[in-house]
Nanobody, 115 residues
Framework: QVQFVESGGRLVQPGWSLRLSCAAS????????WGWYRQAPGKQRESVAS???????NYADFVKGRVAVSRDSAKYTMYLQMNNRKPEDTAVYYC?????????WGQGTQVTVSS
């Protein structure tokens, strides 16, 4: 019954920053772990970052030091601050719970890093 909506993706130049937002429906009862995922053309969807029910963040090695994940549980919204973007960060970004709920995937938001 939970549905996520991602937003904030845009075209940016290498080195620029942007913030993504993930809004959840109000159907969720207990807030657990949430995560950000991305999928580049021709590649498998991969985990980017996650945040535990207690608010502790975790990051994939390829983005560590360049991103920060946070969540406002009262507003059912999660954020991903992304700094120093690189061309290899180009992908469609999605959010979901951890573990994943298949029916909760949104349409994703496109991030393109190019000069």
């Amino acid at each position: 019954q939970v549905q996520f909506v991602e937003s904030g993706g845009r075209l940016v130049q290498p080195g620029w920053s942007l913030r993504l937002s993930c809004a959840a429906s109000l159907r969720i009862v207990r807030i657990g772990a949430w995560g950000w995922y991305r999928q580049a053309p021709g590649k498998q969807r991969e985990s980017v970052a996650s945040i535990t029910g207690g608010g502790s963040p975790n990051y994939a090695d390829f983005v560590k030091g360049r991103v920060a994940v946070s969540r406002d549980s009262a507003k059912y919204t999660m954020y991903l601050q992304m700094n120093n973007r690189k061309p290899e960060d180009t992908a469609v970004y999605y959010c979901n719970t951890d573990p994943i709920r298949v029916g909760a995937w949104g349409q994703g938001t496109q991030v393109t890093v190019s000069s």
